[in-house]
Nanobody, 120 residues
Framework: QVQLVESGGGLVQPGVSLRLSCAAS????????MAWYRQAPGKQRELVAP???????TSADSVKGRFTISRDNAKNTVYLQMNSLKPEDTAVYYC??????????????WGQGTQVTVSS
């Protein structure tokens, strides 16, 4: 059993920064890819940024140059540093992890979601 707990969302004005965190706990042997997704009202969930176990990263064109994903393997935690936030970044943000359990099985887990609202 693995749980992902997110934190760091909130209501902010355009142009400011936020950092989201997502910590995994449970019967974890290792974690392959970690990622952040977001879902805006009335839209499909979209991939924001993934990071591999080898710390290779990519990001959606809409956040390139503003958002940075990183991970701390010792803490089983993934971060999303969001700078220069825009109203169109408003969404529920979800972390996602591909986890190798201590049993050797691989499962994909999701966080509960954290609301980010960018508004003046």
């Amino acid at each position: 059993q693995v749980q992902l707990v997110e934190s760091g969302g909130g209501l902010v004005q355009p142009g400011v920064s936020l950092r989201l965190s997502c910590a995994a706990s449970g019967n974890i042997l290792s974690i392959n890819q970690m990622a952040w997704y977001r879902q805006a009202p009335g839209k499909q969930r979209e991939l924001v940024a993934p990071i591999t176990s080898g710390t290779r990263t990519t990001s959606a064109d809409s956040v390139k140059g503003r958002f940075t994903i990183s991970r701390d393997n010792a803490k089983n935690t993934v971060y999303l540093q969001m700078n220069s936030l825009k109203p169109e970044d408003t969404a529920v943000y979800y972390c996602n992890m591909i986890v190798i359990l201590t049993t050797g099985l691989e499962y994909t887990y999701w966080g509960q979601g954290t609301q980010v609202t960018v508004s003046s």
